[in-house]
């Protein structure tokens, strides 16, 4: 059956949900011209996503079988797991569906719940990454006082409000949706439901729910970049006046693995919201999305584990307990 005649189907199974020009489920397009590439895509999804659940998984027990896994780096970088295990538990599942079956129907309370998982992991990660960088910072720069200032009641306050931060957010924009009169279309041609999507399906005025969109931009991710900028700026000057190179090599492998994560964190991100999603930009937007929500959290659990001695004695420790 070809991939039109499904979406088809869906979109006369969705018209049973519109009522009274209330939009109350909605499809989600995802990427309709794959063709003879379904199952090729199909089987590459299920693979990330089991590696990213196991990658991510792993991160987190040895933190916590693993005596010397102990650290605040250690701690901030479960929490990184814990947001791509949200996102990619998420994202992935819907998407997988959309594509098996050419396309996804959910209802708007559905995707409504989609985008606050996706926007309290997105809000949270952005400030996790920059207190990770000020972790960096004072490992680095001020080595002395490092224990004294990233003490475990700083990694406990720190992780509190980055999470109370993201939900808080999210909540925000929730209340804001839920006072929206939603008419249609009822079709999304994307494999999420992001913000904006969300608010095309939308009659009612929208340029509070703009504004909001940059104060929050500014504060979760801007600010935090600038953070990340700062410190690493510090931390590279710091690292220029070590003597030796092999205390210059030692000090920047420390930061190396955050700083990668960040760059493709970021570049991904920027990319994907400032590039234009209408039109023929829309499917690389697509491609863009997928390497921000899907790729993003398998790789991340890579780059602190493979170049990590820690990790690598924990994984041996435990793989030889087991």
Known sequence: MSNSRIQTEYRQKECLHYTNNTVTSIILLGFPNLQNFTFL???????????????????????????SLRSPMYFFITQLSLCDLLLTTDIVPVLIHTVLYGGSSMTLIGCIIQFSIFGISGFSECLL?????????????????????????????????????????????????????????RVIDHFYCDLEPILQLSCSDISIIHTQSLIFGFIF??????????????????ILKIPSNTGRHKAFSTCSSHLTVVSIFYGTLITVYLFPTRGESLTLGKVLSLIYTIVTPLVNPIIYTLRNKDFKVAFYNFKHVF
């Open 221 to 238: 991710a801007i600010s935090p970049l600038i953070i990340i900028v700062m410190s690493y700026v510090y931390i590279v000057l710091t």
């Open 41 to 67: 895509f199909f089987s590459l999804l299920v693979l990330i996503y089991c590696g990213t659940i196991s990658g991510n998984l792993l991160i987190m027990i040895l933190y916590f079988v693993s005596k």
């Open 129 to 185: 990454l920059s207190v990770m960088s000020y972790d960096r910072y004072v490992a680095i720069c001020n080595p002395l006082r490092y224990h004294s200032i990233i003490n475990h009641m700083f990694c406990v306050t720190s992780i509190n409000v980055i999470w109370l931060a993201g939900f808080t957010a999210t909540l925000i924009y929730i209340i804001s949706i839920h006072n929206l009169y939603f008419c249609g279309p």
